[in-house]
């Protein structure tokens, strides 16, 4: 009986030398596979106690650091598959495109939430404020008590807790009234026409500078004083400014504005009313 020509001796040795030598490749893609994993794997773990190092050397807020760290994290690891799953010979050009579809996808379902982590990472790092200080925007007023990386918490005078997305409080406008250390206090005063406006404004400029919470002196941009800003309708506006303290800003106009209000009468000045002449002109009839 004659043997098969696909079983004879020279075919069978060039099918078991191919066998051969596509095993000895995908085994030595494997063990680059492993090793490129395990190598990569330990270097992540350098690079991030690094990163950490670099970022706790800048005093980065807590906050950012955490999610600075995070996000490296996640990043070398999706780099460290891609390049382990190309090592074993699989092209990764279609997965590199699911990738990167599946984020465009999850970027556009949390595009809110994504912007509020964009605008707290800014937050952090352009540090407009800090924790402790004192505040506006959107139409609120408080004591930062807390950046996250996604909401702003703030503490308002009467105790109430505001959170604010970071996205939109990034993009809003930002007034800190605790960053300069000083404020400057400022109160209009409506007094009636007819009074003696040297006597009030003298008055009003000597009720500012005896409050203690006032600075006077050189830790005082400028000195408490006393003009005439305006003659309205009804009443003749004396403004009266002095500079305190960024944390004494309430306090100060609240006791000054009470003083004012108690001492003025006093020196026969009147806080005027609203108030409208009316005429009747009243016609000859024959």
């Not at 003298?202 to 006393?226: D, M, S």
């Amino acid at each position: 009986m004659n043997t098969p020509l696909f079983l004879g001796t020279e075919p069978y040795k060039e099918l078991a030398h191919k066998g051969l030598e596509l095993g000895i490749n995908l085994g030595l893609k494997i063990l680059a596979a492993i090793a490129i994993y395990i190598v990569g794997g330990w270097l992540i773990k350098k690079i991030k106690r690094l990163f950490a190092k670099f970022l706790a050397k800048r005093k980065v807020e807590a906050s950012l650091s955490t999610f600075l760290q995070s996000a490296l994290a996640i990043i070398l690891l999706i780099v460290l598959i891609v390049s382990t799953i190309h090592a074993l010979g699989i092209d990764t050009t279609s997965l590199v495109a699911l990738i990167g579809g599946a984020g465009l996808a999850i970027g556009m379902a949390f595009s809110g939430t994504l912007q509020n982590f964009a605008g707290g990472v800014l937050l952090l790092v352009l540090k407009p404020f800090k924790v402790g200080d004192l505040i506006e925007a959107q139409n609120q007023k408080g004591t930062v008590s807390a950046i996250e990386i996604a909401h702003t918490h703030l503490i308002t005078p009467d105790n109430r807790k505001i959170i604010i997305p970071n996205g939109a409080l990034f993009n809003s406008t930002i007034i800190n009234l605790s960053q300069q250390g000083q404020l400057r206090c400022e109160w209009n005063i409506s007094i009636a026409y007819g009074d003696n406006s040297e006597i009030a404004r003298a008055e009003i400029v000597r009720i500012i500078e005896q409050n203690t919470l006032i600075l006077k002196g050189k830790e005082a941009p400028e000195q408490p004083y006393a003009i005439v800003s305006d003659l309205a309708q009804s009443c003749v506006v004396i403004t009266g400014r002095g500079w305190c303290k960024s944390e004494e800003y309430f306090t100060a106009m609240a006791a000054i504005r009470e003083a004012i209000y108690i001492e003025l009468p006093k020196k026969g000045i009147h806080f005027p009313f609203p108030q409208m002449d009316v005429h009747i002109k009243q016609s000859n009839q024959s």
